[in-house]
C-alpha cells in the first residue's frame, strides 16, 4: 500500500513514520501510520517506535524536506497566514505535523501599514495582550512596519500557534520552513 499501514494517501495530512518489528522473526520494516501511535500496524508486528512525521500537500505529495538529527527542514517555505489580526488572539495551524508538539520553524512579516506589534506564543503558554515595550516573555513580537523575523515556536499537537496585535487591525503574513521534533526522545 505505498508504504501505507492502512487506506489511501490523503492531502493534507499527517503521516507519522515507525520501524516495526514482525513478532515470529525479529525482521524490521517501516511504514506510515497516520495515528501518532501505530494504531493500524500490521497484523504480526507488535513493537514500534515513531523514527519521524511528515506531511502532504494539497495534491497529497509529501512536503520536500531535508532532515539533519531532529530538524525537519522544507524546501520551500510555506505561507500559512497572510491575514488581519486584532487585539483578540487567534490560533494559526502551520505547515508541520499534527498529532505531536513540536518547535516550528518561521518567519513572521507585518504591513508596512501597521502601526503596532504582532504577539506570537505557544499555545502552552499563558495569553497575553501585546504591551509595550513589547518583551513579553516567553514570546515572539514583531514590533514595527514591515519587519520581518525568523523565529521558533512550540505547536500544540494540532500544529497550531497563537497570534494576537497591539491595535485592532494589524496585517501579517506567517510562514513555515521547519520543525524539530524529538521523535519520542524526551
Not at 511504514?31 to 523514527?51: C, E, K, L, M
Not at 501585546?130 to 515572539?140: D, G, I, K, Q, R
Request: with cysteine.
Amino acid at each position: 500500500a505505498g508504504g501505507l499501514f492502512s487506506g489511501t494517501v490523503a492531502a493534507d495530512t499527517t503521516y507519522h513514520v515507525f520501524l516495526i518489528r514482525k513478532d515470529s522473526d525479529g525482521s524490521i520494516d517501516a511504514g506510515f501510520d497516520t495515528s501518532v501511535s501505530a494504531a493500524n500496524i500490521p497484523t504480526g508486528y507488535t513493537a514500534y517506535r515513531r523514527i519521524g512525521s511528515v506531511i502532504t500537500d494539497a495534491t497529497s505529495n509529501i512536503l520536500a524536506f531535508t532532515q539533519i538529527g531532529d530538524h525537519f527542514i522544507l524546501a520551500d517555505y510555506v505561507e500559512d497566514a497572510d491575514t488581519t489580526v486584532g487585539t483578540t488572539a487567534s490560533l494559526v495551524t502551520l505547515s508541520v505535523p499534527s498529532g505531536i508538539s513540536v518547535d516550528a520553524d518561521l518567519v513572521l512579516t507585518s504591513a508596512d501599514t501597521n502601526a503596532g506589534a504582532i504577539l506570537l506564543t505557544s499555545p502552552y503558554t499563558a495569553d497575553t495582550a501585546v504591551s509595550a515595550p513589547y518583551n513579553t516573555t516567553p514570546s515572539h513580537v514583531v514590533t514595527t512596519k514591515g519587519n520581518r523575523q525568523a523565529l521558533m515556536c512550540r505547536t500544540n499537537t494540532s500544529g497550531q500557534v497563537r497570534v494576537r496585535a497591539s491595535d485592532a487591525a494589524q496585517d501579517y503574513a506567517l510562514y513555515t520552513f521547519g520543525w524539530r521534533d524529538s521523535r519520542g526522545i524526551d
